[in-house]
């Protein structure tokens, strides 16, 4: 029962002009009728008694907080919801057509392996045992399986404490670029994964597009084309503070020579630049010689930083567990070590990888899990030289697919997007149009390794009926 007193601080609060009740678009407001019915006073006197209604307004058109003004110079939602988007749209107007076949997203469909999965399996087991439980771990992951990675992986090349295990490689891009903030500029491949560049706009690192080039403005773009064998020419590159680099490269599948990744730490080296290197897919690299890790080149310890995943090397792409490298040699200007401001970032605004998936990482990293794990990557290995050959009998040239995922076809000068609607309507087969990646993408059309293989031979099977 509501008191007297609150009861008439509440009618005066309703009646007052102007009042917005939260949740509604109505506003409150002190109406008068003519004629109105009169209240008595205790002196016997009469008086026009006001009433209150509720008068409808326009709704409003948000809240006072004003958007961040990055997010409105990003052109375009992101890249694979895009082409999702899409595909749902095709198969909404054409509910009849045969199944549709997924070249695009790089996401794995192979099981997690037997040996792999029991380490998964143990961990969730664990926490059922008041001995076994355990809550929040350290942000910057387990000690043993830290120690696992230097060890398996870098061959002690790199030391457990600049191991920082995560959520995966691109959640640790955008704690990069909290860290770096806004006031770096970045130099990114030219085609590149869409997070490089996405995410330095929303921190703010750069202008507008210009729409005649369709980059933004304070954003370095390193054209990798066939032509200079999907490396940048060095020489002639603007300054950049931190250089984004992917090798196996998504989209191309080019890999960087070690020659190539001696040039590139030899700039940074010279130039005062760091390297954020993007190993995602370095487990398919099957060469002699050719480097898994921006770690094998020397003077990479002063210069570089490596993001990886477990994603690609064992199917944990909806498990979620990656890790960064950050060498306590690499240092800011100001002398500070950069491992240390990226640590404060994780302890902020991070409560460390999953328990769970990381005894899943510990399985990975035994000798079982790694054999399991080639012979993963043999798998997709094999469906990328199947559409390879396949592309290529279509009469199209093409690159990558060796050591790499994906397989980069030359449209010799058609637009992507429009050879990507051609063959989702005619062959029911989604790809990824180059432009997606960047300006520089634009004239080719990224296929995927990673469906199962009789998707793939069926993909091929359509794509000559109307291609060749």
Same mark, same amino acid.
């Given at each position: 029962m509501m008191s007297p007193m609150l009861s008439g601080v509440c009618l005066s609060l309703l009646a007052a002009p102007g009042l917005a009740f939260v949740g509604t678009p109505f506003i409150a407001q002190q109406v008068r009728h003519a004629p109105a019915p009169t209240s008595r006073s205790v002196t016997g006197s009469s008086r026009p008694r006001a009433s209150t209604r509720m008068v409808a307004t326009p709704d409003k058109v948000g809240t006072g907080v004003k958007r961040n003004e990055n997010f409105a110079k990003l052109k375009a939602g992101y890249l694979f919801p895009g082409i999702a988007k899409r595909r749902n749209a095709y198969l909404e107007a054409n509910p009849d057509c045969r199944p549709i076949i997924s070249l695009g997203i790089g996401d794995t469909t192979q099981p997690i392996p037997p040996h792999i999965l029991s380490g998964l399996v143990g961990g969730a087991k664990t926490l059922g045992t008041k001995e076994g439980y355990t809550g929040y771990g350290a942000e910057q992951?387990?000690?043993?399986?830290?120690?696992?990675? $230097?060890?398996?992986l870098y061959n002690g090349l790199i030391k457990p404490d600049e191991v920082f295990v995560s959520d995966g490689a691109k959640c640790d891009i955008g704690r990069l670029q909290m860290m770096f903030g806004s006031g770096v500029v970045s130099a990114v491949q030219d085609p590149s994964y869409p997070v490089y560049v996405d995410t330095s706009v929303m921190v703010g690192q750069t202008g507008e597009v210009n729409e005649e080039t369709m980059q933004y403005d304070n954003i370095v773009y390193m054209p990798c084309k066939p032509s200079n064998d999907f490396f940048p020419d060095l020489k002639a590159?603007?300054? !950049?503070?931190?250089?984004?680099?992917? $090798?196996?490269? &998504?989209?191309?599948?080019?890999?960087?020579?070690?020659?190539?990744?001696?040039?590139?730490? !030899?700039?940074?080296?010279?130039?005062?630049?760091?390297?954020?290197?993007?190993?995602?897919? !370095?487990?398919?690299?099957? @060469?002699?010689?050719?480097?898994?890790?921006?770690?094998?080149?020397?003077?990479?310890?002063?210069?570089?930083?490596?993001? &990886?995943?477990?994603?690609k090397y064992a199917g944990f792409t909806g498990a979620r567990l990656?890790?960064?490298?950050?060498?306590?040699?690499?240092?800011?200007?100001?002398?500070?070590?950069?491992?240390?401001?990226? &640590?404060?970032?994780?302890? @902020?605004?991070? &409560?460390?990888?999953?328990?769970?998936?990381?005894?899943?990482?510990?399985?990975?990293?035994?000798?079982?899990?790694?054999?399991?794990?080639?012979?993963?990557?043999?798998?997709?290995?094999?469906? !990328?030289?199947?559409?390879?050959?396949?592309?290529e009998s279509c009469g199209f040239k093409s690159h990558g697919g060796k050591d790499a995922p994906y397989v980069y076809v030359d449209l010799e000068g058609k637009a992507s997007w429009d050879v990507f609607s051609e063959i989702l309507e005619k062959a029911q087969v989604v790809t990824i149009p180059g432009a997606g990646f960047g300006p520089g993408g634009e004239g080719f059309l990224r296929l995927s390794a990673f469906a199962p293989r009789e998707s793939c031979v069926e993909a091929v099977e359509r794509l000559r009926a109307v291609l060749a």
């Open positions: 992951g387990k000690a043993d399986i830290r120690e696992k990675i $230097s060890e398996k590159l603007p300054h !950049a503070d931190v250089i984004y680099f992917c $090798s196996p490269n &998504n989209p191309t599948g080019a890999v960087a020579t070690r020659e190539q990744l001696e040039a590139l730490v !030899a700039h940074a080296n010279a130039k005062g630049s760091i390297v954020v290197f993007d190993a995602a897919y !370095a487990p398919f690299i099957r @060469t002699p010689g050719v480097p898994k890790s921006i770690f094998e080149i020397e003077g990479s310890r002063t210069c570089c930083i490596e993001v &990886n995943s477990f994603s990656g890790w960064t490298v950050i060498p306590n040699e690499v240092k800011f200007s100001d002398g500070t070590p950069v491992r240390n401001d990226f &640590n404060r970032v994780m302890t @902020t605004a991070f &409560n460390g990888a999953s328990n769970i998936v990381q005894s899943g990482g510990m399985t990975c990293l035994d000798d079982e899990g790694m054999a399991e794990i080639d012979t993963l990557m043999d798998y997709y290995l094999e469906n !990328a030289k199947i559409l390879k050959e396949g592309i």
